[in-house]
Nanobody, 125 residues
Framework: VQLQASGGGLVRAGGSLRLSCAAS????????MAWFRQAPGWEREFVAA????????YYADSVKGQFTMSRDLTKNTVYLQMNALKPEDTAVYYC???????????????????WGQGTLVTVSS
């Protein structure tokens, strides 16, 4: 599985961006997909996860109600709609895939075997 993230850029505070993550290769129904982010000098942190099979979503408390993760089964693509962006949302955003079937999508990066290259989101004040 290869993941290609896109959609990052420079946006003013309060603006919106939609990130995309296109998967090549076969995505099995058991997979979970996730977005993580890493700001300069900070550890990579969980942002959101989605069950490929059910579409159920999970969010970090810091983005709940602000970000929305979704999928398009026909395009093998997941999205992260980011609204009301703040300067503290500035980071490199990574999409990832967990091939292990779990009852609940993991929030831990160690469970995600496949990673995209990252896309930079910069929010100016």
């Amino acid at each position: 599985v290869q993941l290609q993230a896109s959609g990052g850029g420079l946006v003013r505070a309060g603006g919106s961006l939609r990130l995309s993550c296109a998967a090549s290769g076969r995505i099995f129904a058991s997979y979970d997909m996730a977005w993580f982010r890493q700001a300069p000098g900070w550890e990579r942190e969980f942002v959101a996860a989605l069950s490929w099979n059910t579409g159920s979503t999970y969010y970090a408390d810091s983005v709940k109600g602000q970000f929305t993760m979704s999928r398009d089964l026909t395009k093998n693509t997941v999205y992260l709609q980011m609204n009301a962006l703040k300067p503290e949302d500035t980071a490199v955003y990574y999409c990832a895939a967990d091939p292990v079937a779990r009852a609940v999508s993991s929030r831990s990066a160690i469970h995600y075997a496949y990673w995209g290259q990252g896309t930079l989101v910069t929010v100016s004040s």
